[in-house]
Structure formats: C-alpha cells, structure tokens
T-cell receptor, first 112, second 115 residues
Framework: GENVEQHPSTLSVQEGDSAVIKCTYS??????FPWYKQELGKRPQLIID?????GEKKDQRIAVTLNKTAKHFSLHITETQPEDSAVYFC???????????FGAGTTVTVRA | NAGVTQTPKFRVLKTGQSMTLLCAQD?????MYWYRQDPGMGLRLIHY???????AKGEVPDGYNVSRLKKQNFLLGLESAAPSQTSVYFC??????????????FGEGSRLTVL
C-alpha cells in the first residue's frame, strides 16, 4: 500500500516568516494530495489539495507544490501568523482507492 | 446541519471491557471511516465503509469491529479493550462519486483510555 513520510515532525517559526513541510509518497499511481490542519483539541480540516495534473496550487498564504518525478509534495505557508500554529497532515490517494494514507504530522509553532 | 457527530467524547475503560463508539453524519455521505490518532503516528485507518451494509479493513483493524446498518451511522466496537487501544478516535465521512478526491469531514474525536 501507499506509504507517506512527512518532515519535519516539529517546526518552530518566527511570526511573519515562512514555513515549509515536505512529504514523500511511495505509490507512483497516487494522484491526489490533500493537506489537513488540526488545531489543538480540534478536528482535522482540509486546507488545500492538489491533483497530479498540476504542479502548484495557491490559496492566499498557503501553497502546495508537487513533483511527480521525485514523488514528493510540499506545503508552503507564507507570512505566518499565530493562528497557523497547529498540526498539519499530508495525505495521498490514487484513483480507485477509497481511502487516504496520512503522514505522521508536523506540529507547527509560530512564535510571536 | 450537525455534520459528523461522535459519541461518547470521553471514556475510561478497564482492560477486557467492551464498548461501542457511535458516529453519525447528516450529510448523506456514502463513505465513512474510523481513524485512530496517536502521538507521532498520524491518523491510521482502522476500518471503513463505502455504503450501507459494507465494511472493509484499514491499516490497523485488529481488536476492532464495525457495522454500518444505516447509511448515516458507523459503529466502532472494542470487544475486549487493551491498554494499546488508548487513543483518540476520529470518525470521518465523504461524498461518493468524486473519484479519488473529496474532502473528508471529521467528527470532534473520542478520547478513550484503557487502564
């Protein structure tokens, strides 16, 4: 099955700086890559996703890039704010599969 | 529209006891999932269902059973709880018919402690 590895496990950034989280996947047939954000004590929620037919997608201060050849994708958060502090999960899935494979998560802390 | 609701939110069990977690969704979603979340291990899939009356095993199904008798409900059972099942359990659902994509909607989580 699919194996998703996520790095780093923790990330501390100064408010206003950028944060980057990287994930690698093993199944070359995977073609859907969502990112979920989980604030402390809350449920995970989808923040952005990308399909394999595009290389980059942006939504305000967050962006995701995909390198299919290298089988890795990344989440970029620019101009970080205190409300960006959370655990972020990457995931991967392929056509015909009903389920997502999640990475282990990255705890992001934004320092004021 | 409540979304995905899990009950109970918290539970403490003794080793060997049994219990059932209930997940209910009011979005008419076909697909439902049970995950467990442990520190440093992300979200691991226990069981899932792609429709009423169907269930399938995920990554970590041992020690758990599930049932989907009604489309809106997905039950997770522990027949004989073990300390290794201490975790936070999340139910999720999503709409069918979107191929591989489709947002997962999560419940608020159920924190289970097995002593």
């Amino acid at each position: 099955g699919e194996n998703v590895e996520q790095h780093p496990s923790t990330l501390s950034v100064q408010e206003g700086d950028s944060a980057v989280i990287k994930c690698t996947y093993s199944d070359s047939a995977s073609n859907y890559f969502p990112w979920y954000k989980q604030e402390l004590g809350k449920r995970p929620q989808l923040i952005i996703d990308i399909r394999s037919n595009v290389g980059e997608k942006k939504d305000q201060r967050i962006a995701v890039t995909l390198n299919k050849t290298a089988k890795h994708f990344s989440l970029h958060i620019t101009e970080t704010q205190p409300e960006d502090s959370a655990v972020y999960f990457c995931a991967a899935s392929r056509e015909g599969d009903y389920k997502l494979s999640f990475g282990a998560g990255t705890t992001v802390t934004v320092r004021a | 529209n409540a979304g995905v609701t899990q009950t109970p939110k918290f539970r403490v069990l003794k080793t060997g006891q049994s219990m059932t977690l209930l997940c209910a969704q009011d979005m008419n979603h076909e697909y439902m999932y049970w995950y467990r979340q442990d520190p440093g291990m992300g979200l691991r899939l226990i069981h899932y269902s792609v429709g009423e009356g169907t269930t399938a095993k995920g990554e970590v199904p041992d020690g758990y059973n599930v049932s989907r008798l009604k489309k809106q409900n997905f039950l997770l059972g522990l027949e004989s709880a073990a300390p290794s099942q201490t975790s936070v359990y999340f139910c999720a659902s999503r709409v069918a018919g979107l191929g591989v994509t489709g947002e997962l909607f999560f419940g608020e989580g159920s924190r289970l402690t097995v002593l």
